[in-house]
């Protein structure tokens, strides 16, 4: 099934043409907002496309064409998947930053440096940021929005989690009369499209990596995709906004899907489940837990049918109960339609006004303690290779009762011919704590009846 499609219906074949000139069809003579897009990757030749061919959908909704004035590359030889119209292409910053007629400009350079200091220029010539760079405001967001607010400008970032799904907006505004209770997110849809290709196809991880990155999902270096620490920028953003946490993206415990194995993935659809890479939010009485983890997801849970490069985000509220967000969260044009619609809210000057009101990354104290990691309850999904030996479950068994924890099944599978040493025993546990599943890992490894290459899951109930 082709990525962008979770139906077999490809929303995508609306942009299929992969080389195409942009025509303007804003209307010159109408009251206008002069905008700029500095880096021309993906993502912001999705936003020409939107700004040029369907100028008349954002005058619609603008009351004014926001009329593209200056598109700033590093390589104006570079060859492009869209042709732009004669004029607009620089690899001048100043030009930008010199025109005071433009005012909204899209900043759409991955990374920290220079995206950074670029911003920075920017905000300081007056212009108001609409962005997609979540590693940047993950860990620059205090300075960037602080030197915004004395400048008296925005930025508006939207784009910068669950690409296309308008989760920003819904968190800090639509359910601002909320305590947020939960949240459970797909936030990275290249680990979503390798797990649902490893799953559904059976491809190895590296060329279902492969075809993420050949889709545009992935990030230039994937690793953080990879290893969970994508998620958990958004993870830190969404925290920030929902919870009033004020926590560096770093300090959020997190685990990729780089170290899963296909031999998981079977055992957990064996057992009725999917191993999804899952960005994890409580409020629960001793703090604010949070945490990015593979976890294994029961097969027919919204989350669960999440598949191909399609992020999800599970929001409960105390007074509007749970909410599902789903869609792309990566890509070319779902990632434009986010940075477009934050372009023309801050063009009519909406963004300007939460911008204000909402006290983004200010250098307040956290409205919310954290709780201890070790804390976090939950059942565990536990592989141990163990040798094929009278007494081997009765030994464990005991380790997992010495630790507190109860077991609700145990499945013993037989060698499958590639490793004669041991065969793999799962044991799913009633509910226990993080560090209570630790310790008992640990003190089981220990055993000389278990081989290396244990795995612990948590499980999503
Ligand atoms: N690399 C990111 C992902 C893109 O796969 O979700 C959007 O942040």
């Given at each position: 099934m082709k990525p962008g499609s979770s139906t077999g219906v490809s929303c995508r074949l609306l942009f299929d043409r992969t080389v195409w000139p942009l025509k303007i069809t804003s209307n010159p003579n109408m009251v206008k907002t002069e905008v700029a897009i500095v880096g021309m990757g993906t993502v912001g030749s999705g936003v020409a496309r939107l700004l040029l061919d369907h100028g008349d959908r954002t005058a619609r909704h603008a009351g004014r064409t926001l009329w593209l004035s200056h598109v700033v590359v590093r390589n104006l030889q570079q060859s492009r998947e869209a042709k732009l119209p004669d004029g607009l292409l620089t690899n001048d910053l100043n030009r930008v930053i010199r025109d005071p007629n433009v005012k909204v400009v899209a900043q759409l350079i991955g990374g920290v440096e220079p995206a950074k200091s670029i911003m920075l220029k920017l905000l300081e010539s007056g212009k108001d940021i609409v962005t997609a760079n979540k590693a940047l405001l993950a860990e620059h967001g205090p300075e960037l929005f602080d030197r915004a607010r004395q400048l008296g400008r925005s930025i508006a970032f939207e784009a910068s989690v669950a690409g296309g799904i308008p989760i920003v907006t819904n968190i800090s505004?639509?359910?601002?009369?909320?305590?947020?209770?939960s949240l459970r997110g797909i936030l990275n849809g290249t680990s979503n499209y390798v797990a649902t290709r490893m799953d559904q196809d059976d491809l190895p991880y590296a060329q279902a990596l492969k075809k993420a990155q050949e889709w545009g999902f992935a990030e230039a270096d994937p690793s953080y995709d990879v290893d969970g620490s994508d998620a958990a920028q958004k993870l830190a953003i969404l925290a920030h906004l929902g919870f009033g946490a004020r926590i560096r993206w770093n300090h959020i415990p997190r685990r990729g899907i780089?170290?899963?194995?296909k031999t998981d993935l079977n055992y957990a659809k064996q057992l009725g489940y999917r191993i999804k890479l899952i960005a994890f939010a409580l409020q629960s009485d001793s703090g604010l837990q949070l945490t990015v983890a593979p976890m294994l997801v029961k097969i027919g849970k919204p989350l669960a049918e999440v598949r191909e490069n399609f992020n999800a985000i599970s929001v409960v509220g105390d007074a509007v109960g749970p909410v599902f967000f789903h869609g792309q969260?990566?890509?070319?044009m779902p990632t434009a339609s986010a940075i477009v619609a934050d372009m023309i809210d801050t063009a009519v000057g909406r963004t300007g006004l939460t911008f204000k009101t909402l006290e983004?990354?200010?250098?307040?104290?956290?409205?919310v303690e954290m709780a201890h990691p070790g804390d976090l309850a939950g059942r565990f999904y536990l592989r141990f290779n163990v040798r094929d030996e009278p007494g081997v479950l009765a030994k464990l068994a005991g380790i997992l009762g010495d630790n507190g924890i109860s077991i609700a099944s145990v499945y013993q599978h037989t060698a499958d011919g590639s490793n004669q040493d041991s065969i793999p025993l799962v044991i799913m546990t009633r509910d226990t704590t993080e560090h209570n599943a630790d310790n008992a890992v640990f003190e089981i490894e220990k055993l000389p009846c278990v081989v290396a290459g244990t795995e612990r899951l948590r499980i999503l109930d």
């Open positions: 505004q639509c359910l601002s009369a909320n305590q947020i209770i780089d170290s899963l194995t969260g990566a890509g070319r983004l990354w200010s250098d307040g104290v956290p409205r």
